[in-house]
């Protein structure tokens, strides 16, 4: 069964930083694309930021690009996002993610940011 448990979130000032963690079991990690995806309140989910399963490919959104860095540790499960800069746009529920389907998706992690 998989399961992806995010945690950082929280409520930042602009400008600020927040770095978001999700551990992940019941698959083999090491072997897939992952992915960041976000909900901001009253909008539809939409990606943020993909890796390979090497590293050595990663994309974002236009609108992150610079200010967000997405990373992994295969030898501990784990996907990462470090958000610099962040803006009151980015407010929303991140997730970390192993495909499309929801329950490929963990339960998430709130980042507010505001003044």
């Not at 930021?49 to 295969?74: C, H, L, M, W």
């Amino acid at each position: 069964q998989v399961q992806l448990v995010e945690s950082g979130g929280g409520l930042v000032q602009p400008g600020g930083s927040l770095k978001l963690s999700c551990v992940a079991s019941g698959f083999s990690f090491s072997i897939y694309y992952l992915y960041w995806v976000r909900q901001a309140p009253g909008k539809e989910l939409e990606w943020v930021a993909s890796i390979n399963p090497g590293s050595y490919n990663v994309e974002y959104q236009d609108s992150v690009k610079g200010r967000f860095t997405i990373s992994r540790d295969n030898e501990k499960n784990t996907l990462y996002l470090q958000m610099d800069n962040l803006k009151v746009e980015d407010t929303a529920v991140y997730y970390c993610a192993k495909s499309q389907v929801e329950s490929d998706r963990g339960q998430g992690t709130q980042v507010t940011v505001s003044t």
